[in-house]
């Protein structure tokens, strides 16, 4: 719930025009290379506003809404990792680097508060931006250390999920009519 009041909050922050898009679909991944086993999730309940213009970009994700194969090990995730209760929303409020405005298709770098846990980190993060004709894509992968957001690995399980996560991220925009 709060994941979306953020969204309609953020979107009402932007004047709508052809440069203000809001997601209309979203995929972020994570997977997680353990020496035991590896775990990874898929989450498709993601929220994204972007301001073409002028490059500010903000992503929501709803951390209970990860889609794991285990049902056990999406339960441990949300109820003894990322503890879904008290921190139910990741989020990425950025800036664009040197952005000169959308072309059909670049390389850019986010640089912004990255948001995991109830901790916020500043991180810079490279991605692709690409459009075609009304629609906009984002696309990035990047890493993020439990330790950075303190997020705790029970001795028992050490070995089963590792420090370091891999998270791909694919939204879809359209113009905010």
């Not at 692709?128 to 997020?151: G, P, Q, R, W």
């Amino acid at each position: 719930m709060r994941a979306v009041l953020l969204v309609f909050l953020l979107l009402g922050a932007f004047v709508a025009d052809a440069q203000k898009y809001k997601s209309v679909s979203s995929k972020v991944h994570f997977f997680s290379e353990a020496p035991m086993e590896n775990i990874e999730a898929v989450n498709s309940q993601s929220q994204s506003v972007f301001d073409a213009e002028s490059g500010q970009i903000v992503f929501s994700i709803p951390v209970d809404q990860f889609q794991f194969d285990k049902k056990l090990m999406q339960e441990h995730f949300n109820e003894n990792y990322m503890e879904t209760e008290d921190y139910p929303t990741a989020t990425f409020k950025a800036q664009l680097q040197d952005w000169k405005g959308l072309s059909s298709s670049q390389t850019a770098t986010a640089k912004g508060g990255l948001d995991v846990h109830g901790i916020t980190q500043n991180r810079e993060i490279e991605g692709k931006i690409s459009k075609t004709n009304d629609k906009v894509m984002v696309d990035a992968k990047f890493v993020i250390e439990l330790k950075d957001h303190k997020i705790k690995i029970p001795k028992a399980v050490f070995y089963n999920i590792a420090e370091k996560i891999e998270v791909t991220v694919h939204f879809e925009y359209e113009p905010i009519k």
